[in-house]
């Protein structure tokens, strides 16, 4: 309830805020490696999106879910968790426009982006340190039924590569971008399974922690950087990077955002 409140005091405080964010990291559910007839559902018109570590989500409309779907853990039952997804309230106009520009310029998003990230590891020694691309190498999308060799959060060293997705390399390590829906819960501690039931209930491209005590109050875009994939191989390695690049693309966003002057501004709220 706290942070309502703050909410609400600062749009009281910032009375012209026309688009909100929130921006943080979370965990992707890539569409590539899930069979086709394996009854998830894997993107609209069966596109697979090859998410990875250090991509960026933006939460977009799609379907039900203004782009953010609520889901919580219902009965748990042998090999299956239920997800109950809650439907959103649809983001503002203008954060509809902020996204949708973004949408149809998103080759040259994609490359300001990339700019802003340098630019952001060029400010000092230790933020080209922390920011820093991990390495591809590390960046490993395993199987759903293979489980992390070691301990929890350690680093896959011990795990077999071989039990890995196989997916194409990129000619970049540039970041990408992602729209569609997020799934919001109350903590990001979710297994394969509940991962399986998200994917299948709301198509969701990624799953963060925190958005849905601020959609109804600000009705925000969400920023998700992608730090880990939602499995027992999750661990801190990426975190940092991730975000960094949710910062950069959140500094994209902001140069769509539409700037309204006063009288525009007046006649809005007449309406």
Known sequence: MAIQYLAKELLHFFPKTTVSMIVSTGSGIPG?????????????????????????VISSPVGLYGGVANVDNDIQLPNRIKVLPRHVNSMSQDARGTVLDMKLHRDQETVR?????????????????????????????????????????????RCDASQAVKRPARKTTNPEIFFGTIASRKNLDIDVETRKGIKHDTGALAVQAGAMCLMYSLAPLVVTGI?????????????????????????????????????????AALN
């Open 32 to 56: 590539i490696g899930i069979p086709k007839d394996s009854g998830y559902s894997i993107g609209k018109e069966g596109e697979q999106h090859d998410i990875r570590l250090g991509d960026v």
């Open 113 to 157: 982006v990339a700019k802003y990230l340098v630019e952001l590891q060029q400010k000092d020694a230790h933020m080209k340190r922390t920011c820093a691309f991990p390495n591809t190498a590390k960046d490993l999308y395993f199987e759903p039924d293979y489980k992390h060799q070691g301990a929890y959060g350690a680093g896959c060293q």
């Open 227 to 267: 730090a880990d994939y939602a499995d027992s191989h999750r661990n801190e390695h990426w975190q940092k990077y991730a975000a960094a690049t949710a910062a950069a693309c959140a500094k994209a966003l902001v140069g769509n955002v539409p700037i309204y002057d006063d009288e525009v501004c007046a006649r």
